[in-house]
């Protein structure tokens, strides 16, 4: 056998090994990368890479009321009670609820609610545990639909508050849970989501791909949606959302529209974060649904 037919054969000896350890190298990675997807699905921490709180101290403003909301399982949650400009201390006016959207606090998240005060409604805008200044805990959709919900039965009892002109307001993350605690309280008036995504597996989905599908099922708003009646649902988008596509916005239109809902669906230049902070068009069509449902002093 000649040398150069053993030097060819040694550099073809080579690749196949180089190439049965790449193949394992691969099945390793794809085993370990399977297991550790599925871990995050049977433990749920998968779903906590949904939430981003923040906990650091912040100032509130004179013009608001530090509130303790005592939810169902123990915890406490605070809020910021932001009463309707014009009206007396004490007295009563329509009122909305703000479930706030993912990262930070109230700090981060007042500027898109307060403006409603200046068109005479009193709003809450509270805290998920882990959130600000509310107790620590385990987030979850479970968790968060407590809180929502007894943010929502706190507002009901405020002497302050008319329980019978009240709206709720999810955006993005807050959808979810503010679409539930409305269809828990049938005297909930009328409801608003803005930025919300249609189900937790499909935003998921968006974001990583075929791994999305381990996100589990459940507290959809596409299915949410179908379970608010007659009552008055507005959804508003930015047709520039980077993080949720208003594609979400359309199937939640869609299967509320399938039950007889009285849904209607706006849409705006903005994305994700500016669409109701800066865009005064909207801020106008969001007020002017809660004064059209609710009415205003």
């Known amino acids: 056998m000649t040398e150069e037919h053993h030097t060819t054969s040694g550099k073809a000896k ?5 190439g049965k350890r790449l193949l394992r190298m691969l099945v390793v990675y794809l085993c370990v990368s399977v297991v550790g997807i599925v871990v995050l699905w049977v433990t749920g921490y998968g779903e906590r890479l949904f939430y981003f709180p923040v906990r650091d101290a912040f100032e509130t ?24 400009v014009g009206v007396p201390d004490g007295e ?39 959130y600000g200044r509310s107790d620590k805990g385990s987030l979850n959709r479970e968790t968060l639909t407590i809180d929502t919900r007894s943010a929502l039965a706190y507002l009901m009892e405020r002497d302050d508050v008319d329980p019978d002109r009240v709206g709720v307001m999810g955006v ?10 409305a269809i828990d309280e049938t005297r909930v008036e009328a409801v608003v989501t803005v930025s919300t995504f249609a189900s937790w597996r499909g935003i998921a989905t968006d974001a990583v791909g075929i791994a999305g599908v ?9 299915d949410l949606a179908r379970g608010l009646g007659s009552r008055p649902y507005l959804i508003m988008h930015g047709t520039g959302d980077e993080i949720i596509d208003v594609k ?21 230049p903005g994305d994700h974060n500016s ?4 865009d005064l068009e909207a801020q106008r069509d969001l007020a002017g649904f809660f004064q059209k449902y609710l009415g205003s002093e």
Request: no cysteine; charged share 20%; hydrophobic share 40%.
């Open 14 to 18: 080579r690749k196949r090994s180089l």
């Open 61 to 84: 403003p004179a013009q608001y009321e530090d509130v303790w909301i005592e939810t169902a399982d123990g915890k406490r949650l605070h809020g910021w009670f932001m009463p309707a």
């Open 92 to 130: 009563r006016a329509p009122t909305i609820l703000h479930a706030h959207g993912n990262a930070g606090n109230v700090l981060y998240h007042e500027s898109y609610s307060s403006f409603l005060t200046m068109s005479g409604f009193h709003v809450l805008l509270f805290d998920y545990r882990g």
């Open 172 to 181: 993005s993350l807050g959808g979810p849970f503010a679409l539930d605690a």
């Open 214 to 222: 381990l996100i589990p099922t459940g507290l959809d708003p596409v």
């Open 248 to 268: 979400h916005a359309e199937e939640i239109r869609a299967s509320a529209e399938d039950s007889f809902v009285d849904v209607t669906m706006r849409t705006y």
């Open 275 to 278: 669409l109701i902070q800066h």
